[in-house]
T-cell receptor
Framework: DAKTTQPPSMDCAEGRAANLPCNHS???????VYWYRQIHSQGPQYIIH???NNETNEMASLIITEDRKSSTLILPHATLRDTAVYYC????????????FGKGTKLSVKP | DVKVTQSSRYLVKRTGEKVFLECVQD?????MFWYRQDPGLGLRLIYF???????EKGDIPEGYSVSREKKERFSLILESASTNQTSMYLC???????????????FGSGTQLSVL
């Protein structure tokens, strides 16, 4: 089973910031936190990942708490095209191919 | 941009047929993966490969096999399709930066397979 906990759904108004939380209380010291999203009928898309420090790229920001037990993905100005299922993933086994996708958060951006 | 191409968007097959799902990536990635996605179950890893002619079982390999004869191509084979293999199949490739914990996956658009 996935070692992350996310709310099943969230709503956000268009143009506002979307803050998606994730709990990963059993994370190990060298495990990265990954975020992917899946727009309906498409394959998952990589968004961002981080280890300890906060990260930002052209798509989003990732805030990881100091104890690393939780994180927040921030979409600063959500658009209707950001409506998707967002997956927070922590690698739980060593080696390649071991990203375990849970059920994610269904984000609905509304006009 | 990385492109992962799956040969078919939709497939309909009969029970007992041999089914080939093809996946090609154009970024010279070492690693390739096959997942299936079912409602309520999320994505589950079937097989992956970290080099040509190499393969590793994922979480649900039963009923499937794979082939990786060239670096850019990874094929998923259903030897004798069954109705419980009706699913969305997703191919991915990845590169690793530094240690194996720092890995970014790129997915294809998926193949919706229906086995009747």
């Amino acid at each position: 089973d996935a070692k992350t906990t996310q709310p099943p759904s969230m709503d956000c108004a268009e143009g506002r910031a979307a803050n998606l939380p994730c709990n990963h209380s059993t994370i190990s010291g060298n495990e990265y936190v990954y975020w992917y999203r899946q727009i309906h009928s498409q394959g998952p898309q990589y968004i961002i990942h981080g280890l300890k420090n906060n990260e930002t790229n052209e798509m989003a920001s990732l805030i990881i708490t100091e104890d690393r037990k939780s994180s927040t993905l921030i979409l600063p100005h959500a658009t209707l095209r950001d409506t998707a299922v967002y997956y927070c993933i922590v690698r739980i086994r060593k080696g390649q191919g071991n990203l375990i996708f849970g059920k994610g958060t269904k984000l609905s951006v509304k006009p | 941009d990385v492109k992962v191409t799956q040969s078919s968007r939709y497939l309909v097959k009969r029970t007992g047929e041999k089914v080939f799902l093809e996946c090609v990536q154009d970024m010279d990635h070492e690693n390739m993966f096959w997942y299936r996605q079912d409602p309520g179950l999320g994505l589950r890893l079937i097989y992956f490969s970290y080099d040509v002619k190499m393969k590793e079982k994922g979480d649900i390999p039963e009923g499937y096999s794979v082939s990786r004869e060239k670096k850019e191509r990874f094929s998923l084979i259903l030897e004798s399709a069954s109705t419980n293999q009706t699913s969305m199949y997703l191919c991915a490739s990845s590169f690793v930066v530094g240690d194996t914990s720092n890995e970014k996956l790129f997915f294809g658009s998926g193949t919706q397979l229906s086995v009747l």
